[in-house]
């Protein structure tokens, strides 16, 4: 067991760093992982080696990944997408649930219990699925909302939808079942709000009051969800899942001021138990239940994707003002993931010694889906927002915060040489200037909630923090590098640093930009006295060395943009240069006059910019 347990998370951890390098979607090497270890080579047998606790710790591992999700769905995003998000999960879901019934029925050839059940089953979308493929896709702020808020919603109402199908087959003979299910509905609804939205309220107002320290906080959260899930489970069966979405729920919009680093530890343990679920249940797999799998089982999978998904969804956003190109899109992007594939797993055997034999194709029709969609899905939804352009603005944007003439006349040289920049800053007397120039700018505080919402920050790739504030700078760079790394995010030396006690530590600011320790003061003092910018071309015949060489003994290498990459803020450890790269120069004025003589009618960008002279 110890060895089956070291295994699964090794590959899964190495198959997610492998969609990292490769920029692939992650869940399709899960699951191409967990075939190999399972039904391939027989390495690992999930059922054998964890026995019955295998399902037990499926669904504990499930309701933690459901609550992260619920963490991250924000009331603000509900602005532009509340009408098209409520239809997503109430009209949609009945829609999805009957079209799909009829498909698994006629198509099928299921009875009309096991199709309802599959149905509903196949109704959910889950963020184990949808959220790393949202991280690839770099879709715009509205349509990544649609799709992140449908399938967290979705998960829980889906699984408590094949509850009460599951307990209406199960009592069918057992006189009235539909009271039976419709009162069990009720009961989960009122566990699922009452623990659920009742302890996440009192665990926020105890966090506030300061009577949890702040080492316990994320533990204690993890032991609350668990307790939740099983509580919740006791009044009423699988409404666990729902109480534990709604309990991230209500946690992620109470504004607790350490909510970002237990947002952070639940990230990082969600990475973990999603790349371990998907392994082990891709891995329980057997051959059996692969050669089960016949034609008309085909045609009902196609018609899932191409009949059921895209009526549901154009049928239940009649009325509202979700576009065409989002509705193709939603229409067609709904991967299935754990949720679904626990389901089934967890509801076959019982129906099957109940004396429903079809029960038997639950497992690898469910299975069938899940590999159709996470493979079709996963690599079309990224030249699919191309097609219909719903990805977010620009290519990649460099975020460059204060305004100041420096900054100013850095973006403008950047922009020439056809990077995206925008500039912040909370001072618009300082904007001004960069406005009046036509550069991209944001007018507020970066660091408030607002900016979270008006800018996309999946799209910024790297930033300046370049303020006369060091220390507000290296706030800055500790505030966006969990989103965009800590090796993206740079300021200016810190002259602090020669005196101890007012420099900032090392691991608690930016990485110090640029190939030389000269300071913001220092840039803009510089600037004055009328030091400029310039682009030189790294070639085979012109090369790194010779471009040392070339440049003032003083000069400031700023930045480099690779031949086919995205621009990179020099440091002082920063790679070699390649042929191909462009680099990017704060040059003295002599210099700069020297080029200008030999080049007349270059662009200038406020007499401070020029291009060098040297071959290319």
């Known amino acids: 067991m110890t060895l089956s347990l070291v295994t699964i998370l090794a590959v899964g951890i190495f198959c997610q760093w492998l969609a990292w390098r490769f920029r692939l979607p992650a869940i399709v090497l899960l699951a191409a992982g967990g075939l190999a270890l399972g039904p391939v080579t027989g390495l690992i047998q999930p059922q054998q080696d964890f026995g019955d606790g295998l399902k037990a710790v499926t669904s504990l591992f499930v309701a933690i990944i459901l609550f992260e999700g619920g963490l991250n769905l924000q009331f603000h ?67 990544a909302s649609y799709l992140k808020w449908e399938g967290i919603i979705n998960d829980p109402i889906g699984v408590l939808l094949a509850v009460l199908v599951y307990q209406y087959l199960l009592y069918s003979g057992e006189g009235p079942a539909l009271g039976q299910v419709l009162g069990n509905l009720g009961l989960a609804i009122v566990a699922a709000l009452a623990l659920g939205g009742g302890l996440a309220y009192a665990l926020g107002y105890c966090f506030r009051l300061g009577w949890i320290p702040e080492y316990l906080k994320a533990p204690s959260i993890t032991a609350v969800v668990l307790g939740v899930y099983a509580l919740s489970d006791l009044v009423q069966h699988e409404s666990g899942l729902l109480a534990t979405t709604l309990m991230g729920i209500v946690m992620g919009n109470m504004r607790l001021r350490s909510l970002d680093e237990m947002r952070r530890f639940k990230e990082y343990l969600t990475l973990i138990l999603v790349s371990f679920l998907f392994v082990v249940l891709t891995a329980s797999l057997t051959m059996e239940s692969i050669r089960s799998i016949h034609f008309s089982m085909v045609l009902m999978i196609l018609g899932f994707l191409f009949v059921v998904r895209p009526l549901a969804v154009y049928l239940a956003t009649i009325g509202t003002q979700c576009q065409w190109q989002d509705r193709v899109l939603i229409g067609w992007i709904a991967p299935r993931g754990v949720v679904a594939a626990a389901s089934a797993g967890a509801f076959a055997p019982a129906l099957i010694d109940a004396g429903f034999e079809d029960a038997k194709y639950l497992v690898p029709a469910v299975f069938m889906l899940i590999f159709t969609t996470v493979i079709a899905h996963g690599f079309s939804l990224g030249p699919l927002t191309r097609l219909l352009k719903l990805g977010s603005p620009g290519k990649g944007r460099i975020l460059i915060v204060g305004a100041s003439p420096w900054t100013i006349e850095l973006a403008l040289h950047l922009k020439k040489l056809g990077q995206d920049v925008i500039i912040a800053d909370s001072e618009w007397g300082r904007l001004q200037p960069a406005r009046q120039q036509g550069l991209e700018t944001w007018f507020g505080e970066v660091l408030s909630d607002m900016a979270d919402e008006a800018m996309a920050l999946d799209n910024i790739y790297t930033v300046l923090a370049a303020t ?87 000069a400031v290498r700023l930045a480099v943009i690779p031949e086919n990459g995205k621009m990179e803020w020099l440091s002082q450890s920063s790679r070699r240069l390649q042929p191909g790269d462009k680099v990017v120069s704060f040059v003295p004025p002599e210099n700069k006059t020297a080029e200008a003589a030999r080049q007349p009618g270059n662009g200038k960008l406020s007499g401070q910019q020029g291009e060098s002279p040297l071959p290319e």
């Open 468 to 554: 006369g504030n060091n220390h507000y700078n290296a706030m800055v760079c500790n505030h966006y590098a969990p989103h965009i790394g800590r090796h993206r995010v740079y300021q200016p030396y810190d002259t602090g640093r020669e005196h101890g006690k007012h420099r900032v530590a090392e691991m608690r600011r930016g990485i110090t930009a640029f190939s030389a320790d000269v300071s913001y003061a220092e840039l803009w003092t510089r600037l004055i006295r009328g030091w400029g910018f310039r682009k030189t071309n790294i070639t085979e015949n012109f090369d790194e060395a010779a471009f040392l060489a070339s440049l003032p003994e003083d």
């Open 77 to 143: 995003e509900l602005r532009e997408t509340a009408k098209v998000t409520r239809r997503l999960t109430s009209i949609g879901v009945v829609l999805a649930w009957l079209l799909g019934t009829a498909m698994a029925h006629w198509v099928g050839q299921l009875s009309w219990g096991i199709a309802a059940l599959l149905g509903a089953i196949l109704v959910v979308t889950g963020p184990t699925v949808i959220m790393p493929l949202l991280k690839h896709a770099k879709l715009n702020r509205r349509t």
